[in-house]
T-cell receptor, first 116, second 113 residues
Framework: GAVVSQHPSWVICKSGTSVKIECRSL??????MFWYRQFPKQSLMLMAT?????????EQGVEKDKFLINHASLTLSTLTVTSAHPEDSSFYIC????????????FGSGTRLTVV | QQQVKQSPQSLIVQKGGISIINCAYE??????FPWYQQFPGKGPALLIA?????SEKKEGRFTISFNKSAKQFSLHIMDSQPGDSATYFC????????????FGTGTRLQVTL
């Protein structure tokens, strides 16, 4: 089946620093990747959609300068939280898909970010 | 128009019972309806998905019932087990997997002994 690897699984950083989260499709080429944010006991909130080789499309209300997304290859997308603040603490999840593909949307295992 | 409404918010079922979670959508352009299971601290995992050309799909203990005219779909978990205790999300997308998923609000299922 399709596997998406997300790294790191958890990270603690100091306020004002930047953190990079990686999302890799291990056994398929993901033309499209999605980044979500999830608060405790809430649903997934889509932050942005990224297509390989093009700029990410951000959802309304998501600061593109704060959440930098790069999808440089068909197997790797990164989310960088810049100048992190405690309110950025959350669970971040990536998802990858191949339009019309057999396995639909495959999700990573998520990254717990804590900003102190 | 992009919303997917999910109910109930939480559900307690005895072991061996049937768990039923319902979702309703508004956008008739949706054509892919997956259900995801999520354990604490993990990403969602696909359970089962359906397209609007069928009214029911069964995989093991999991069944999706789909009512196109009512714009509703539901997940039935037969013979519920304690290991099924998790949060379940319905979702919908347009054009299969080519576009973003719209998620329901989630249902926390607890299966008791």
């Amino acid at each position: 089946g399709a596997v998406v690897s997300q790294h790191p699984s958890w990270v603690i950083c100091k306020s004002g620093t930047s953190v990079k989260i990686e999302c890799r499709s291990l056994d398929f080429q993901a033309t499209t990747m999605f980044w979500y944010r999830q608060f405790p006991k809430q649903s997934l909130m889509l932050m942005a959609t990224s297509n390989e080789g093009s700029k990410a499309t951000y959802e309304q209300g998501v600061e593109k300068d704060k959440f930098l997304i790069n999808h440089a290859s068909l197997t790797l997308s990164t989310l960088t939280v810049t100048s992190a603040h405690p309110e950025d603490s959350s669970f971040y999840i990536c998802s990858a898909t191949v339009p019309g593909g057999r396995y639909g949307y495959t999700f990573g295992s998520g990254t717990r970010l804590t900003v102190v | 128009q992009q919303q997917v409404k999910q109910s109930p918010q939480s559900l307690i079922v005895q072991k061996g019972g049937i768990s039923i979670i319902n979702c309703a959508y508004e956008n008739t352009a949706f054509d892919y309806f997956p259900w995801y299971q999520q354990f604490p601290g993990k990403g969602p995992a696909l359970l089962i998905a359906i397209r609007p050309d069928v009214s029911e799909k069964k995989e093991g203990r999991f069944t999706i019932s789909f009512n196109k005219s009512a714009k509703q779909f539901s997940l039935h978990i037969m013979d519920s087990q304690p290991g099924d205790s998790a949060t379940y999300f319905c979702a919908a997308s347009i054009a299969g997997t080519a576009s973003k998923l719209t998620f329901g609000t989630g249902t926390r299922l607890q299966v008791t002994l």
